[in-house]
């Protein structure tokens, strides 16, 4: 019998630094400074920061993990190898649908955003012709190599970062500097715990860029530079977009396209169409980091005994997980005609919170149970890991009745994927060095 082809390592560590912006600056960015603004008001910046901090230490104990696994499945394998089979499935399961989710409501944007220069498009049919464009075309342009997916991620990072950078030099150099209103009452620990969900999430994605590292070219090296180098540049442009929307626009807090009035009164009139151009190249990008790899969790599931064999087929000439990229390339054009923005969020919430918990968890126990292994090694590694357990129970105080169903309704679709396949011979762990 022929030994079934492998998957092509083409990601340097650069497109890794690009997977990691593209997974985390999507179309949100657009409409996060007035979020921020109406909880904590000219004291906004300050929370930029202290989320910043939270997620770099998140990113951290990922970087550690990342460097050990040079395999697809990112999450999902360091909670089986850490906490078993079971606890594997649950978290690959809130990661896929969160992916599924937020790439859905991505590809709807981008029709939305495309309908100021071509209003029509947002009508039924042509709206869901343009979706089975951009997700077919996406699809098979992955489908046909990963390179190809990859160097059009790398192109519409650039190319995402350019209008956002053109604002914030503007802005430093043109806006009329407004001193933002103090607040009849000062921000209390609810509005700064509420502010920190917003840009928690905001930051969250980063996680993405790990599932796909069986094509990653050196993961021990390249994953801890590839998140440090995300981390810093989306902080940057995060905070510095704020102090832009900050200075423009005299009421952000009651904005409701904040970067859109920070660029007009920037710009004059005319700049909604330079906000849509950018907010079009944002979201075109995230679905081009989703495509490379957000499939390599369902090939991942399958080479690991968890899903069916067909969804591990590596295409014989392109070298792709051809089942995998096809099935995600289809869920995610029937949910952006279907789905809504709603669900998105509320499961975006919920299931980061346990993904990245329990992440934490599994930092602890994998460096425990093998202090020898050849990878990059946190300093401080176990006093990050705490910092970031503890910013995840400070937003689990925010979580309400809405997002306690969605958890329990992927707990549940999860358990029952583990009832059907836990009697199935699991592989051994996959670090490497064991």
Same mark, same amino acid.
């Given at each position: 019998?022929?030994?079934?082809?492998? &998957?092509?390592?083409?990601?340097?560590?650069?497109?890794?630094?690009?997977?990691?912006?593209?997974?985390?600056?999507?179309?949100?960015?657009? +409409?996060?400074?007035?979020?921020?603004?109406? =909880?904590?008001?000219?004291?906004?910046?300050?929370?930029?920061?202290?989320? @910043?901090?939270?997620?770099?230490?998140?990113?951290?104990?990922?970087?550690? &993990? +990342?460097?050990?696994?040079?395999?697809?499945?990112?999450?999902?394998?360091?909670? *089986?190898?850490?906490?078993?089979?079971?606890?594997?499935?649950?978290?690959?399961?809130?990661?896929?649908?969160?992916?599924?989710?937020?790439?859905?409501?991505?590809?709807?944007?981008?029709?939305?955003?495309?309908?100021?220069?071509?209003? @029509?498009? /947002? =009508?039924?049919?042509?709206?869901?012709?343009?979706?089975?464009?951009?997700?077919?075309?996406?699809?098979?342009? $992955?489908?046909?190599?990963?390179?190809?997916?990859?160097?059009?991620? $790398?192109?519409?990072?650039?190319?995402?970062?350019?209008?956002?950078?053109?604002?914030?030099? @503007?802005?430093?150099?043109?806006?009329?500097?407004?001193?933002?209103? /103090?607040?009849?009452?000062?921000?209390?620990?609810?509005?700064?715990?509420?502010?920190?969900?917003?840009?928690?999430?905001?930051?969250?994605?980063? =996680?993405?860029?790990?599932?796909?590292?069986?094509?990653?070219?050196?993961?021990?090296?390249?994953? !801890?530079?590839?998140?440090?180098?995300?981390?810093?540049?989306?902080?940057?442009?995060?905070?510095?977009?704020?102090?832009?929307?900050?200075?423009?626009?005299?009421?952000?807090? $009651?904005?409701? *396209?904040?970067?859109?009035?920070?660029?007009? @009164?920037?710009?004059?009139?005319?700049?909604?169409?330079?906000?849509?151009?950018?907010?079009?190249?944002?979201?075109? +990008?995230?679905?081009?980091?989703?495509?490379?790899?957000?499939?390599?969790?369902?090939?991942?599931?399958?080479?690991?005994?968890?899903?069916?064999?067909?969804?591990? /087929?590596?295409?014989?000439?392109?070298?792709?997980?051809?089942?995998?990229?096809?099935?995600?390339?289809?869920?995610?054009?029937?949910?952006?005609?279907?789905?809504?923005?709603?669900?998105?969020?509320?499961?975006?919430?919920?299931?980061?919170?346990?993904?990245?918990?329990?992440?934490?968890?599994?930092?602890?126990?994998?460096?425990?149970?093998?202090?020898?292994?050849?990878?990059?090694?946190?300093?401080?590694?176990?006093?990050?890991?705490?910092?970031?357990?503890?910013?995840?129970?400070?937003?689990?105080?925010?979580?309400?009745? =809405?997002?306690?169903?969605?958890?329990?309704?992927?707990?549940?679709?999860?358990?029952? $994927?583990?009832? &059907?396949?836990?009697?199935? !011979?699991?592989?051994?762990?996959?670090?490497?060095?064991?």
């Amino acid at each position: 019998m022929p030994t079934p082809p492998n &998957l092509v390592r083409a990601l340097g560590r650069w497109t890794l630094v690009a997977l990691v912006i593209n997974g985390v600056i999507g179309s949100g960015i657009f +409409g996060l400074p007035d979020d921020v603004a109406r =909880e904590l008001g000219g004291a906004a910046p300050w929370a930029y920061l202290l989320a @910043a901090i939270g997620v770099g230490a998140l990113m951290g104990v990922y970087a550690e &993990l +990342g460097s050990q696994y040079p395999a697809a499945g990112g999450s999902y394998l360091w909670a *089986r190898d850490a906490f078993g089979r079971h606890a594997g499935i649950q978290m690959g399961w809130f990661v896929w649908l969160t992916r599924l989710a937020s790439a859905a409501a991505n590809a709807n944007l981008f029709v939305v955003y495309l309908g100021e220069f071509i209003p @029509a498009a /947002t =009508e039924p049919w042509p709206r869901a012709l343009l979706l089975v464009a951009l997700l077919g075309g996406l699809t098979l342009v $992955n489908y046909r190599g990963v390179k190809t997916g990859a160097r059009l991620s $790398n192109i519409f990072t650039i190319a995402k970062l350019v209008p956002l950078t053109l604002l914030i030099v @503007a802005g430093l150099f043109l806006a009329q500097k407004f001193t933002p209103a /103090t607040p009849a009452i000062a921000p209390s620990s609810s509005n700064w715990l509420n502010a920190l969900v917003v840009l928690m999430f905001a930051f969250g994605g980063f =996680e993405t860029a790990l599932i796909p590292l069986a094509e990653a070219k050196n993961a021990r090296r390249d994953v !801890p530079f590839a998140l440090l180098i995300g981390l810093v540049v989306i902080a940057s442009f995060y905070l510095l977009l704020h102090f832009v929307a900050m200075w423009a626009v005299p009421d952000l807090a $009651n904005s409701q *396209r904040p970067l859109a009035d920070a660029a007009r @009164a920037i710009f004059g009139d005319g700049a909604a169409k330079l906000i849509a151009v950018g907010a079009l190249v944002s979201t075109f +990008g995230f679905l081009c980091a989703q495509l490379v790899a957000v499939p390599r969790l369902t090939y991942a599931f399958a080479v690991g005994g968890d899903f069916p064999a067909a969804f591990g /087929t590596v295409h014989p000439r392109f070298r792709t997980p051809s089942v995998s990229i096809l099935w995600w390339g289809a869920l995610v054009l029937v949910l952006a005609i279907y789905g809504s923005f709603i669900w998105n969020a509320v499961l975006s919430v919920a299931s980061r919170i346990i993904s990245y918990t329990l992440v934490c968890a599994a930092f602890v126990k994998l460096r425990r149970a093998r202090p020898n292994v050849d990878s990059f090694r946190l300093p401080a590694g176990h006093f990050f890991a705490a910092l970031g357990f503890g910013f995840c129970v400070l937003l689990f105080t925010r979580l309400n009745a =809405e997002h306690a169903k969605i958890i329990a309704v992927v707990g549940i679709i999860a358990l029952v $994927n583990w009832l &059907l396949v836990r009697r199935r !011979p699991a592989p051994p762990p996959t670090a490497t060095g064991l």
